[in-house]
């Protein structure tokens, strides 16, 4: 998936035009493969932190982006998942508890379908099962 300023433009709409396009590919790739086959609209964009290099997924712009692929998922009449649940906090602290409220909140609110990353801290690079517990009741 497009990385905001890194493997797309720095604007949230070129990230969104890149996502759309990677998708649709993908799309087509199954229907070909199995005529019929039940597809998602699936997105993990988000954007580059350009201090480290990396995904920061707790940022706002990664809700942003969210909310514009559950619409293109509407538009598209396909179920979608998005990200959220994420934080770039190395800790479950509070850092964390803010991020993760608002990702899963924004994802929620765009009409995401199924929403992932529950448990996950620093960028997606670690796990953790009590942030995990604290994030399925947090969703629920």
């Known amino acids: 998936m497009a990385l905001a300023g890194a493997t797309s433009t720095t604007t949230l709409a070129g990230t ?6 990677e998708v649709l590919g993908g799309l087509v790739l199954a229907q070909l493969a199995a005529k019929g086959t039940p597809c ?21 712009e990664q809700g ?18 998005v990200a959220g ?3 770039d906090s190395k800790i479950p602290d509070a850092q964390a508890a803010y991020e993760t409220s608002l990702t899963a909140l924004v994802a929620a609110l765009a009409g995401a379908n199924i929403i992932f990353g529950a448990g ?3 960028q997606l690079l670690t796990f953790d099962c009590a942030k995990l517990v604290m994030d399925v009741e947090l969703i629920r």
């Open 16 to 21: 969104l035009v890149s996502t759309n396009a």
């Open 85 to 87: 649940g994420m934080s």
């Open 40 to 60: 998602t609209y699936g997105n993990t964009s988000t954007i580059m932190d350009m201090r480290t290099g990396g995904g920061s997924v707790g940022a706002p």
């Open 120 to 122: 996950g801290l620093d």
């Open 64 to 81: 942003m982006i969210s909310i514009g692929a559950a619409r293109l998922a509407q538009y598209y009449r396909l179920p979608c998942h």
